[in-house]
């Protein structure tokens, strides 16, 4: 991936080693040898290889966790972090029923993810970092735990233009993580700021919300704007992948404590 961070850009292309899609993404900077193109299989996992070591922030019932541990195969690991114990609970039994060994499922907030420094090649996040409290400690937790040269891929939503917070809050009953929806210059932000210097948006998607919802809260030409795919207004799904640097100077090190001031 050779694109600075950048701001939002309609049909942007990655100009990297990832595949991206509306369900996510699949990234990898290691070994050459890079599965092919598979039809079947969802474009999250589309570059996933054998031996990864992969975490997924908010891992939910596990379905996601599973599905990679079985593409990475029995020499990488998957570890899917999510603070609802029956999450956990349901995705263990999950996993041990379809006798899937390359999984561990951990119990934790994400903000403080149990995960050692630097392992994985890859962290996935999707509609997880807009339910957070405090979202820069998570970018930072995401870059603590990724490997250097090692992906972040994070699906959720952003805004271009402010709308109306009855919207936000009706649009957030179909999709929880719309009610944290910011700017995109301020979602970018947080992991410019923690540190990834390289990457950007790789996929926009413009989020088509029921007229009847639309109607409540704007006016018909508003609704129009809203329903047009080259209009800046509404709310979008981004898929967005950084990449850690190589190596740390003293503003990019996870274990700096002044990294953040000023």
């Not at 995960?115 to 509609?127: L, P």
Request: proline letters at 4%; glycine letters at 8%.
């Amino acid at each position: 991936m050779q694109t600075e961070i950048k701001t939002i850009q309609r049909n942007d292309t990655p100009e990297s080693a990832c595949a991206c899609g509306s369900g996510g993404c699949g990234c990898h900077s290691g070994s050459p040898q890079q599965r092919e193109f598979d039809a079947n299989l969802p474009d999250r996992f589309q570059l996933l290889q054998e031996g990864d070591q992969v975490v997924e922030f908010g891992s939910g019932m596990g379905n996601d966790c599973l599905s990679a541990a079985t593409l990475i195969g029995p020499s990488g690991k998957v570890i899917g972090i999510d603070f609802s114990e029956a999450n956990i609970a349901t995705s263990r039994a999950v996993a041990d029923a379809r006798d899937i060994t390359n999984v561990e499922f951990r119990f934790g907030d994400v903000s403080e993810a149990p995960v050692t420094d630097e392992w994985a090649d890859v962290i996935y996040s999707t509609c997880v970092f807009n339910l957070q409290s405090n979202k820069q400690k998570v970018a930072d937790e995401m870059y603590r735990v990724v490997k250097h040269t090692g992906y972040v891929c994070v699906n959720d939503f952003v805004l271009l233009n402010d709308i109306p917070d009855g919207l936000r809050s009706d649009a957030a009953e179909l999709m929880g993580c719309i009610a944290g929806a910011e700017k995109v210059s301020d979602f970018m932000a947080y992991f410019k700021k923690t540190g990834f210097s390289k990457g950007g948006v790789v996929e926009v998607n413009k989020v088509k919300l029921p007229d009847e919802l639309l109607e409540k809260h704007l006016s018909p030409e508003q609704v129009a704007s809203y329903n047009d795919i080259d209009s800046d207004d509404g709310i979008f799904s981004v898929t967005l992948v950084v990449e850690k640097p190589e190596t740390c100077n003293a503003e990019t090190c996870c274990h700096n404590p002044d990294k953040h001031k000023g």
